[in-house]
């Protein structure tokens, strides 16, 4: 075995993480703020407009709360990792500047016979003020890393929208290069952006990341059912069900009763590349 399951329920040091609206800005751009209508999402994408106050796209804080890469957990061929599913809760607005100190923690690692389930759960909070920003929680299959004996982990929660047509639906087109443009808010895995890396992964070409794939979907659900209101978004969880492919139109399937929300994600051949989504929106 190669996965570092001595690392189970051991923190990392605190890292500090610094941020600027050059940061926040890039993020909005990298989930395809702006793009369809430059003027559209102003509080998004630019910080001294007449008018708007600067916002923040609530999964920027996924990024704040990471500590540690799982490709760091072993010496694992790293294109056999997949990211299954993520859930934040968001504890509050994430200021557009600041710092913050981030905990990740590997709290299972669980045997699914022929892959291993890793999950991790990494905290933010403000650097100053010590104040909880988001707990993030990442679960990520290993293909080939399983057999070893353990715990195969809890089944998943049933998984049930209203039996009704979905309340909202958006559409977002995505830019042929959004993986590089993704990329440069952190996330440099050659899978988005080598070709030869995304062949020897089994696809035609680099893949959107999954969590771009997750910020243009957390734009969906403020602008449908927070009202626009970044602030109103709580909790967001999803799987990630298959990878989507730069170029494609994402269209989001929202259904709301009260403050809970249920939510899937589309590519532009009708392929559900989010999955099981649920969400918890403020009042």
């Known amino acids: 075995m190669t996965l570092r399951h001595d690392l189970v329920g051991v923190p990392t040091d605190p890292l500090l993480r610094e941020w600027t609206d050059r940061?926040?800005?890039?993020y909005a751009l990298a989930v395809g703020a702006g793009a369809a209508d430059p003027a559209?999402?102003?509080?998004?994408?630019t910080e001294n407009s007449a008018g708007f106050v600067q916002r923040v796209v609530p999964t920027?804080?996924?990024?704040?709360?990471?500590?540690?890469?799982?490709?760091?957990?072993?010496?694992f061929d790293t294109s056999k990792l997949v990211h299954a599913e993520q859930t934040v809760v968001f504890h509050g607005p994430v200021p557009t500047a600041g710092s913050a100190k981030a905990v990740s923690t590997l709290t299972h690692v669980y045997d699914?016979?022929?892959?291993a389930l890793l999950v991790q759960e990494s905290v933010a909070t403000d650097a100053v003020t010590g104040a909880p920003l988001a707990t993030t929680t990442g679960t990520f299959m290993v293909s080939g890393?399983?057999?070893?004996?353990?715990?195969?982990?809890?089944?998943?929660?049933?998984?049930?929208?209203?039996d009704r047509s979905a309340d909202h639906q958006v559409e977002y087109a995505t830019r042929a290069d959004q993986p590089l443009l993704y990329r440069l808010t952190g996330d440099r895995n050659p899978l988005h952006s080598d070709p030869a890396v995304a062949r020897r992964a089994g696809f035609p070409r680099p893949i959107?990341?999954?969590?771009?794939?997750?910020?243009?979907?957390?734009?969906?659900?403020?602008?449908?059912?927070?009202?626009?209101?970044?602030d109103r978004l709580r909790t967001?969880?999803?799987?990630?069900?298959k990878p989507a492919l730069p170029g494609t139109v994402l269209t989001v399937e929202v259904w709301t009763h009260g403050h809970d929300v249920w939510f899937r994600t589309l590519d532009g051949d009708g392929e559900v590349v989010l999955d099981r989504g649920v969400a918890t929106i403020a009042v």
């Open 112 to 115: 699914k016979a022929k892959s």
């Open 23 to 26: 940061e926040t800005l890039l």
């Open 236 to 241: 967001m969880s999803a799987r990630f069900s």
């Open 60 to 75: 920027f804080a996924c990024g704040l709360a990471s500590a540690r890469s799982p490709r760091s957990l072993g010496d």
């Open 40 to 45: 559209a999402e102003l509080d998004y994408t």
């Open 145 to 162: 890393e399983g057999g070893f004996g353990g715990d195969r982990g809890p089944k998943a929660p049933e998984w049930t929208p209203p």
């Open 208 to 230: 959107m990341h999954g969590m771009c794939t997750y910020g243009f979907t957390c734009r969906a659900l403020v602008a449908t059912a927070a009202g626009g209101d970044p």
